[in-house]
């Protein structure tokens, strides 16, 4: 997923609308979600903007919460995980971009 601000963010202020976002889905799921995200900074406006895989989202409606980073913060674009391309694709593609700060949590942890 690819999760945008509508305006400029400091990183402290996107990691807590990141927070609210994450919170509302883990309640909606009653469980905890697990996740890898980059934190990037976007070439055209230099605007802060959060690439994810995220973990544990079986049954989650895509559009509801592409819906709710909407009301939070921005613009979202959530895919389904595609198994053929496997989880290094989506991982190697943001590690190895100069400009990014990595982040794991939730069940990501608990292996």
Known sequence: MTLTFRDKQTVKSANRKWNKWLRRLEKELDDQVGYF????VGRV???LHFHSL????RG???LRWMDEWDLIAGFARIYPYQKSRGANYYLCKY???Q???HKFGGLV???
């Open 37 to 40: 995200r980059v934190t990037e």
């Open 95 to 97: 590690v190895t971009k």
């Open 54 to 57: 995220m973990l544990n989202l």
């Open 60 to 62: 989650v409606r895509r």
């Open 45 to 47: 406006g230099n605007r």
């Open 99 to 101: 400009i990014a700060e």
């Open 109 to 111: 942890l608990k292996t």
